[in-house]
């Protein structure tokens, strides 16, 4: 089976900090593993959230990943308060809706 790479659904993603503010950095991180039995080449992933319209995408170019392992990947983000949707598109694969996260307008 050539490389397949998925979202590991065995780590959940997470925000750091747990509870982002807007108009500060954060970061969110996933987990995405190699099932096939061939490595990968190269590939992107892309990072979503969206808050009806509004958002930001991280594009996250990945080096290969070998069969059965798994890597953390993450991307950071600086958005208005609001309630996002999270997706990721891995390898050209997905979306796969991950939940919403709230940023709060903490000032």
Known sequence: MPAIITLDDQ??????PANPCSGTDFQVSWQEKNVGDE???DYQDIFDLNDQGT???RSVP???LDPGASVLRSATFNL???NYTMQVVINGQGPVFLGNVI???CA
């Open 39 to 41: 490595p990968s080449a």
């Open 103 to 105: 940023i709060a307008d």
């Open 55 to 57: 958002g930001d995408s």
């Open 62 to 64: 990945c080096s290969p």
């Open 11 to 16: 780590v959940t993603f997470v925000t750091d």
């Open 80 to 82: 208005p308060a609001g």
